[in-house]
Structure formats: C-alpha cells, structure tokens
C-alpha cells in the first residue's frame, strides 16, 4: 500500500503564496502521473493540476494557469504546489492523488491523501 502525508494548507491573506507538500511512502515499486485537486464547500473535487513521470509535463487548471506550479522530487517520491497569487475562490481543501504501483506485479491504483485546508481571506 501506498500513503500519502500533505501539509502545507494553512489560512493565507488574498495575494498571498503558500506550498504544499505531499510525500508518498509505504510499499512502493513505481510512482506515475502526480495530481493536485481541491473541493470547494458545496462544490465537486476539480483537478488543480497534474505531471506526468516521464517527461515531468504539468497541466494545469485554467483556474491555476500562471499562478500554480506544481512540481515532483522523485528521489522523494514528492509533489508539490506552489501557489501564488491567491484569491478567495481558491479557498478548498487540497488533496492529494498519485497513481502508483505498490509492487511490479501489482497494477497502477490511484491514491488520495487525507486532504489540506487552504483558506484564502482577509
């Protein structure tokens, strides 16, 4: 099995800039594709932005789009999301997702982390 620990969410002014963190541990053969999302009270998880593992290619939200950069350390095996520029629609919680194979025989399964509160307010 894989787990996966975020941190960083914190409540931030409009402007302002936080980094969140997700490390991946457990039992794992190979990391693939690292993933952002957020879910909004009263709205449905979005992606935030995502990056592959073998080009380390982002793609981002339109909502995130030159604001959010989201980066891997995979000797690590973590994500990271830079997030500047904040606005008070970006207030959610962040979750954490990764798509991994936990032994080589083992197929691809997705995880999700527990999830980081991000409010945006003044």
């Known amino acids: 099995q894989v787990q996966l620990a975020e941190s960083g969410g914190d409540l931030v002014q409009p402007g302002g800039s936080l980094r969140l963190s997700c490390a991946a541990s457990?039992?794992?053969?190979?990391?693939?594709?690292m993933s952002w999302y957020r879910q909004a009270p009263g709205k449905e998880r979005e992606l935030v932005a995502k990056?592959?593992?073998?080009?380390?290619?982002?793609n981002y939200a339109d909502s995130a789009k030159g604001r959010f950069t989201i980066s891997r350390d995979n000797a690590k095996n973590t994500v990271y999301l830079e997030m500047n520029s904040l606005k008070p629609e970006d207030t959610a919680v962040y979750y954490c997702n990764v798509n991994a194979k936990s032994q080589v025989s083992q197929p691809i399964r997705t995880y999700w982390g527990q999830g980081t509160q991000v409010t945006v307010s003044s």
């Open positions: 990056i592959t593992s073998a080009t380390s290619r982002p």
């Open positions: 457990g039992s794992i053969f190979s990391i693939y594709t």
